[in-house]
């Protein structure tokens, strides 16, 4: 007995009539073309993005560097400007510039600053008095001494006080009349009304 035969089978048809092949390209389908026309785009673009960066950074290093060869006028002008001014202190000694010593204080001034420390180192020896009935022996026991006056007392119950010297010396006794002595000093201090008595 012979061998059954068998049909033969059909063959397979071409791509280009199999249904959703559209063959451009050999094996690809439209899809993967699609896919592959995207990704080429993206990478166009990404290059793109890149040589237009490059592209602005060379333009601001150009920039950069013409700014710095090049000093604009205005610049130029306050330079100038400014080294003329600094010639003219250096050089010309401005009046307004130079420091002038203010003259020295007259004797009055000392002699009133004198009397009144006489008169707060007084006040304190006074108040002492009258608290302990007698005077201290030393201005410190009176409380803190008055810097400049020096004390000394005579007797019991007298004392002189002194201030500065030479010129400017101011010596006040226990005994002398304040108000005669010191008037207008405690008169333009505000201590006495009324001016001198």
């Known amino acids: 007995m012979s061998a059954p035969q068998r049909a033969p089978e059909p063959e397979a048809p071409p791509p280009s009539t199999m249904p959703g092949h559209d063959d451009v390209d050999g094996d690809l389908t439209m899809a993967e073309l699609v896919q592959r026309a995207r990704e080429r785009a993206e990478a166009e673009a990404a290059v793109g993005a890149v040589m237009r ?5 060379a333009a ?40 002038n010593q203010p003259s020295g204080l007259s004797v009055d001034y000392y002699q009133s600053s004198w009397e009144v420390a006489v008169y707060l180192q007084r006040q304190r020896i006074e108040e002492y008095r009258q608290a302990k009935g007698h005077i201290p022996a030393t201005a410190q026991q009176a409380g803190p001494a008055v810097h ?46 009324g001016g001198v008595r």
Do not use: C
């Open 53 to 57: 960066r490059e592209d602005e950074k």
């Open 148 to 193: 400049g006056v020096q004390y000394t007392p005579i007797e019991q119950k007298n004392y002189e006080l002194m201030a500065g010297n030479g010129a400017k010396k101011f010596v006040y006794h226990s005994t002398d009349s304040l108000s005669v002595l010191m008037g207008r000093t405690l008169f333009q201090m505000g201590l006495i009304a």
């Open 60 to 99: 601001k290093r150009e920039a950069l560097e013409q700014r710095k060869h090049h000093t604009p006028p205005v610049k130029a002008l306050l330079l100038l400007a400014l080294a003329g001014f600094n010639l003219y202190v250096w050089l010309g000694n401005p009046g307004w510039l130079t420091y």
